[in-house]
């Protein structure tokens, strides 16, 4: 990404000085080196795409300036949201071009918290020669190191003093964090199960449908792949959770914990029942009321109607 830039900016750069008559190259030097630049096809599609960006910083450039184009030129939320898709690697090349702008504290500051929301070290006083630009190297070492070992990526965030030694500090992390293997943060919280308490009551369910809401916290907490105690642990905590979250609803519809768990499990039954390519056979609305009911007697015909359309409708809640 961050070479793909660089080739971007040189080509118009090269484009404005062979054609616009200003530059020290000719018409034709302009030429060849703009067709040694961009051999593809590909490639001068991607040069075109930049077009509205170089007319952009044209208009605000001087005429005297020279140079590769400047992101500083751009407004500021542009700028970051240009360089949030660029990893650490990819940051430290584009910084060779924009180096006023790799220095700027405010842009670093800005994509440590856009990429990991909550840090512990972020409500502290900085020590003395603290850099978010160094931060965010640190970020990334250690979301990679969480992704091959969790354990260590940890104990590497405790060890650079980014994150406090707190079940709570490390369950907002982890909330807030999207860069984190999901198939690793499933064996991490099934081994921390206080870890995992607390992120749970992060999760806000007020006035959600249940199935959305099971949704929801299946895309921050994954599923495991089989049937066995953690998942039971998971739809149990999400049980309470729900019911904490919408007393009033609970108690107009006279549901349960208990009775949010069967529903729970009934809805992951229905979903791989509509969406497993292996089942033929599929359940009816009238059979999926009947087997709920039968187990919750006294949840509402129309109530559990409502689920099995949501369902059919979107798909898996565990997907």
């Known amino acids: 990404m961050g070479q793909g830039l660089w080739r971007v900016a040189r080509n118009q750069q090269l484009q404005h000085q062979g054609y616009g008559g200003q530059g ?37 450039k001087s005429k005297e300036q020279e140079g590769f ?13 240009i360089l949030s898709y660029l990893n650490a690697t990819d940051l430290c090349l584009a910084s060779c071009v924009w180096q006023d702008l790799a220095n700027d504290e405010l842009l670093w500051q800005g994509l440590c918290k856009s990429t990991w929301g909550h840090c512990s070290i972020y409500n502290k006083n900085p020590p003395l020669g603290f850099s978010f630009r160094k931060l965010y190297m640190q970020l990334d070492e250690g979301s990679l ?18 994150l406090d030694d707190s079940p709570k500090e490390i369950a907002k992390f982890i909330f807030c964090t999207r860069t984190l293997n999901w198939k690793k943060l499933r064996i991490y919280l099934d081994e921390r199960r206080d870890v995992l308490d607390d992120l749970v009551t992060l999760h806000n369910f007020r006035n959600q ?5 099971l949704r929801e916290f299946f895309r921050h907490i ?52 509509l969406t497993s390519p292996h089942v033929k056979n599929k359940m009816s609305k009238r059979e999926f009321i009947r087997n709920t009911r039968r187990a919750a007697q006294n949840i509402s015909e129309d109530f559990v109607g409502h689920l099995y359309d949501n369902i059919y409708l979107i798909g898996h809640v565990a997907a």
């Open 24 to 60: 020290y190259l000719t018409r034709e030097h302009g030429r060849r080196m703009a067709a040694n630049s961009a051999p593809g096809t590909s490639h001068r599609k991607q040069a075109q795409g930049g077009m509205d960006i170089y007319h952009l910083l044209k208009a605000r």
């Open 69 to 81: 184009i400047n992101l500083e030129m751009l407004p500021p939320e542009l700028s970051f949201t």
């Open 145 to 162: 190191t969480f992704n091959a070992n969790p354990d260590e990526g940890v104990n590497y965030f405790m060890s650079k003093g980014i």
């Open 209 to 213: 449908f249940l199935p959305n809401a």
């Open 222 to 273: 994954h599923a495991p792949e089989e049937r066995g105690e953690y998942l039971e642990t998971l739809i149990t905590k999400f049980s309470h959770r729900f019911c904490a979250c919408n007393p009033d609803l609970m108690r107009e519809l006279g549901l349960s914990p208990d009775a949010v768990y069967v529903l729970c499990y009934s809805l992951i039954l229905l979903s791989i029942d």
